[in-house]
């Protein structure tokens, strides 16, 4: 099977202690079907930990580890390391534990995969290093998946992502140029897609003149406004989080009175690839690819709105920090990420001329 990953993908080690967050916290884990049998079985020794095991350990239907009354996973010790590795070793964690933050996409025998960026140390590879990101690929050994999809349009995507890549790593252009250009040439992409128009979609994989989306009638402050208010129906993750929206919705006026410059504006080019690497492809399955570009258009620009709020002094690990919580409000919620989808299709706030000037305006 061949796989792709992204260059940094082999660098990751989870920092555990050293992370001013814990996967282990706030998430109660399911336990897949093999390991839970071993924690069964080893639960059976005349031990201690044996004894932690059977009674931190739901091994009902679905077996999962029961939090604590702080939401803390129970095997996450007072130096935040975990009790399972140090006791048991990593070879027996369960599927989910072994994986995070890691994400993977199978389309027969291609794979891809990733790291998430709900993760801090994820997100530091992502974004210390200026250079345009790139992507490594390798065979592996593994047998191929049977999930359906549509073989023609994989290869179609995966040319039309490359030029999207292109675009938006085009440095001699305005990133706000670069993102607009990116939603027109989704837009016309979605049009060939719906009408089964492979030979237009063949076109735009190629390097062709793109026009740019009309001037939108509503006004940035507007927009933004809007989107702040439908992220506000959103399920929070952390439950200050609609709290820290509304702060930033009632700051709009002075946040949009003047232009901005990035601090680092290679962050918001990297972001918006490296989501058009995870979430694109998945439009080979169900042919939805305008709302997967407009999803990370717009995760890109309330990133830097998230920085403008913060602008002085803004350090690369308060980056990160924002990165991470908008990542785990948006795509670390199926629901979430499901309505943002959804809505990009119908609310106003999401057309690619909103985006478009939003963008101009921000940048
Ligand atoms: S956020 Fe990343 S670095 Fe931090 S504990 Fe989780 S996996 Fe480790």
Request: net charge negative; charged share 25%; hydrophobic share 40%.
């Amino acid at each position: 099977m061949k796989l792709t990953v992204p260059s940094f993908y082999f660098d990751f080690h989870c920092i555990a202690s050293r992370c001013t967050d814990s996967c282990c916290i706030g998430w109660e884990i399911d336990i897949d079907p093999s390991t839970a049998a071993y924690y069964r079985q080893r639960a059976q020794k005349n031990d201690s930990f044996a004894a932690r095991l059977e009674q931190n350990i739901d091994f009902s239907q679905t077996p999962h580890f029961l939090l604590t009354p702080q939401e803390r996973c129970p095997f996450l010790n007072k130096q935040n390391l975990c009790d399972l590795i140090l006791h048991l070793g990593e070879e027996h964690l369960c599927e989910i534990c072994d994986q995070h933050p890691r994400f993977h996409e199978w389309f027969g025998s291609y794979k891809e995969s990733g790291l998430g960026l709900c993760c801090e140390e994820a997100v530091r590879l992502l974004i210390s290093d200026a250079s345009p990101l790139h992507f490594v690929q390798t065979e592996i050994e593994e047998a191929p998946d049977d999930a359906p999809f549509d073989p023609q349009l994989l290869q179609l995507l995966l040319l039309l992502r490359e030029r999207f890549f292109a675009v938006l790593q085009d440095r001699t252009k305005p990133l706000s140029q670069r993102f607009c250009t990116l939603l027109s040439l989704a837009e016309q992409a979605q049009e060939a897609i719906d009408f089964g128009d492979t030979e237009a979609l063949e076109q735009l994989t190629k390097d062709s003149s793109v026009s740019l989306p009309e001037p939108s009638k509503e006004q940035p402050s507007e927009v933004l406004d809007a989107i702040l208010s439908f992220l506000q129906t959103l399920e929070p993750i952390d439950p200050l989080w609609p709290q820290r929206l509304q702060t930033l919705q009632n700051q709009l006026p002075k946040l949009l009175s003047k232009k901005y410059s990035p601090s680092r504006p290679h962050e918001y080019e990297h972001l918006c690839v490296y989501l058009l690497y995870r979430y694109l492809l998945k439009a080979a399955r169900d042919g939805e690819l305008l709302s997967r570009v407009k999803a990370a258009v717009l995760f890109s620009l309330l990133v830097l709105v998230l920085e403008m709020e913060t602008a002085a002094d803004f350090s690369l690990s308060q980056q990160i920090i924002n990165i991470k919580a908008l990542s785990k409000e948006l795509e670390y919620s199926d629901e979430n990420w499901d309505a943002l989808l959804e809505q990009s299709w119908n609310y106003p706030a999401f057309s690619c001329q909103n985006l478009c000037s939003l963008a101009a305006s921000l940048l």
